[in-house]
């Protein structure tokens, strides 16, 4: 069965420090990864992907993850954290198989203290 | 490059009623997906449209439905609405051929039922 499970539902940091943001997957294909930020009252935006190239990947705001297979794990991270980083924050799992639909983690909502 | 739009932003119904959700799809693009996100929760996908034919179904019942149609825009159908979906549906649209690389997400509609 294929399952996300995000490790913290609330992270809090203050403004400038690193961020970390766990993920653990479970799969039994091959998956492609993602990370996804959900800001207020608004849409999902794309921050990051995985799909079996590098398994240290760069996104958007300078948010990176990697892939560790030994670990099932899919951990995001950014050295330095904004108050505009303040949001949701899901990790995603799809195959690249049938309906390819995404499955979500139940999300981490991080806060940025000034 | 348009994105995804979805109408309208926010609906409140009455347990019974049936709604109908409508999505855009990002040009280019030529499956939509939908998902349900309850308050707190991490997105559940409904279904998968590609070329105006059902690709896949999550865990939702049969008063669920939808549409695609040639110009890959979707409709969601909920009939006998029910408390408990009361939530945010969020449409997302991508190029299957691509599929595992870009998934682009409307910004939802809020359906409350009373």
């Known amino acids: 069965a294929q399952s996300v499970t995000q490790l913290d539902s609330h992270v809090s940091v203050s403004e400038g420090t690193p961020v970390l943001l766990r993920c653990n997957y479970s799969?039994?294909?091959?998956?492609?990864l993602f990370w996804y930020v959900q800001h207020p009252n608004k849409g999902l935006q794309l921050l990051l992907k995985?799909?079996?190239?590098?398994?240290l990947v760069k996104g958007i705001n300078g948010f990176e993850a990697e892939f560790k297979k030994s670990e099932t794990s899919f951990h995001l991270t950014k050295p330095s954290a904004h108050m505009s980083d303040a949001a949701e924050y899901f990790c995603?799992?799809?195959?690249?198989?049938?309906?390819?639909?995404?499955?979500f983690g139940t999300g981490t909502r991080l806060t940025v203290i000034p | 490059e348009t994105g995804v739009t979805q109408s309208p932003t926010h609906l409140i119904k009455t347990r019974g009623q049936q709604v109908t959700l409508r999505c855009s799809s990002q040009?280019?693009?030529?499956?939509v997906s939908w998902y349900q996100q309850a308050l707190g929760q991490g997105p559940q996908f409904i279904f998968q449209?590609?070329?105006?034919?059902?690709?896949g179904r999550g865990n939702f019942p049969p008063r669920f439905s939808g549409l695609q149609f040639p110009n890959y825009s979707s409709e969601l159908n909920v009939n006998a609405l029910e408390l408990d979906d009361s939530a945010l549906y969020l449409c997302?649209?991508?190029?299957?051929?691509?599929?595992?690389?870009?998934?682009?997400f409307g910004s939802g509609t809020r359906l409350t039922v009373v």
């Open positions: 997302a649209s991508s190029s299957l051929t691509g599929r595992g690389y870009g998934y682009t």
């Open positions: 799969s039994s294909y091959s998956p492609s």
């Open positions: 995985y799909t079996s190239a590098a398994t």
């Open positions: 995603v799992v799809t195959f690249l198989t049938g309906a390819n639909n995404l499955f």
């Open positions: 040009s280019g693009h030529n499956t």
């Open positions: 449209y590609y070329r105006e034919e059902e690709n």
